[in-house]
């Protein structure tokens, strides 16, 4: 499966949820839903506190849904493809531009972001098979890859996302970026930091705030107790593919 396919899948599978979604009537008005979280708020205790993911699923992430379908209205552009419009903005007019940057990636990385996580205990508790040979491959180790990813979190200043991303060459490499913005937006991201996100944190002050206030090294520690590797290992394999 190249990337475009995985995308496509990524999203056709993101567009199917909407049998299944919270029903947010707002968002029905634009053709556009939101996915239910995929466990209840509770389940990340105590890592992550339900009034967090509450907050973080029912306010913050339905709000860049909301403001995404407004900025789309305005351009002319239906619901389409987001993972397609913010990876090439060149279609989007100017006026509208950094609207759909912000709110498309603000709404593609939290429907990712929800998928990454998953109750602790419930799956691996770290990378295995082929995605945990190739990350020892290339960071050294499970812990010298923690490691780096939790300082490009740390060391993101305000408001962004780390990530761990597939290039178009096939390596694994971690990477960060400010706001909403995400490793496939060409021509906003770096040309070396472009890639496939198979795993990303959110480090915005919203994700944690209520149970960890301004310690995010405590909150990205606890994080990891709650990352879905199987969900992780899934996304490597078709971006490989
Ligand atoms: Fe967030």
Redesign the pocket.
């Known amino acids: 499966m190249n990337r475009r396919t995985f995308l496509t899948t990524a999203t056709t599978a993101a567009a199917a949820s909407l049998v299944t979604s919270t029903g947010h009537a707002a968002l029905a008005a634009i053709g556009m839903e939101q996915a239910p979280l995929p466990y209840a708020p509770e389940a990340l205790e105590p890592h992550i506190d339900a009034m967090t993911m509450g907050i ?1 699923h029912g306010k ?2 339905v709000a860049y849904i909301t403001k995404l379908g407004d900025a789309l209205k305005a351009s002319n552009l239906g619901a389409g493809n987001v993972i397609d419009l913010i990876s090439d903005l060149s279609k989007v007019p100017a006026d509208q531009k950094m609207a759909i940057r912000n709110n498309g990636g ?1 709404h593609v ?2 429907t990712w ?1 929800w998928k990454w996580m998953a109750p602790a205990g419930s799956g691996p508790k770290g990378p295995e098979g082929k995605l945990g040979e190739a990350i020892q491959g290339t960071f050294g180790s499970i812990e010298d890859f923690k490691k780096l990813f939790a300082e490009a979190g740390t060391k993101r200043f305000g408001s962004g996302w780390a990530w761990l991303i597939v290039t178009a060459d096939g390596k694994l490499k971690v990477t960060s970026t400010p706001n909403q913005d995400n490793p496939l937006m060409a021509g906003i991201v770096e040309a070396g930091d472009l890639g496939t996100p198979i795993l990303g944190l ?1 480090v ?1 002050e ?2 944690y705030y209520l149970k960890y206030q301004n310690k995010r090294p405590d909150y990205i520690t606890a994080w990891w107790n709650v990352v879905n590797w199987d969900e992780v290992a899934r996304g490597y394999a078709a971006a490989k593919a």
Request: charged letters at 10%; hydrophobic letters at 25%; a negative charge.
């Open positions: 973080h913050h992430h603000g990385n939290h972001f959110d915005w919203h994700a």
